[in-house]
């Protein structure tokens, strides 16, 4: 058998290819044909088969019963792991950000159309708000979710919600896209967001966005509505959108060290 060839950075060309045919099934929302991943990456046809039938061998890739690919079950053990992983690396960032604020720190990505908190170092208030890791919710109510929906274009946006629906957590809740949008745009503008009790109620969440994060994620404080008043959200803000940044700052830099 002859020896694989190099790919552009040194790897292996196989493999590189058959994770950019993943990043390509992610990029059309999970689903394509043979002739869409063609042209998407440029690839021969026989190439293109070879590798995905690789990978629904190894169930990183099942085909549905209409022949089109989708991203397999064998991932998501391997995303959420990531997930778990991105969150360790964070809780340092987050305690810094606890001892500043005095109240609790949350990480949390968006996974298959879902926040997941992945990290969260809890206040030392006797009375402070708990979110266990690996709890899912939907974005449209939360203010993690809100924070990650703002710098994700409208039309996905929008795709998302009419996948997921816009259940009410609470009476404050947004359960009108429309609203939502008009939401959106002002948290991108204002550069946090602000959950007003629509998660639960009585609390209060400032968020900010993971900037050059490789999924959707955001940062973010909460607490009691009674301790985050709108003065303290004047000075809370700022210093989630610091530590946001550090963690995206940190996430470029390994990447350019790999």
Known sequence: MPAEKNGRDGGVQSLQRAFELLEHLADTGGEASLSELATLSGLPMPTIHRLIRTLVDLGYVRQNTNRRYALGARLIRLGENASMQFGAWARPLLAELVEEVGETANLAVLERDEVVYVAQVPSKHSMRMFTEVGRRLLPHGTGVGKAMLAHLPAAEVRELLG??????????????PDALAVELSRIASQGYALDEAEQELGVRCVAVAVPGAPVPAAVSVSGPSGRLTAEAVAHIAPAVRRVADALGTSLSRAALSV
Do not use: L, N, Q, S
């Open 163 to 176: 996948r997921t629906g816009m259940p009410a957590y609470t009476e404050h809740t947004f359960t009108d």
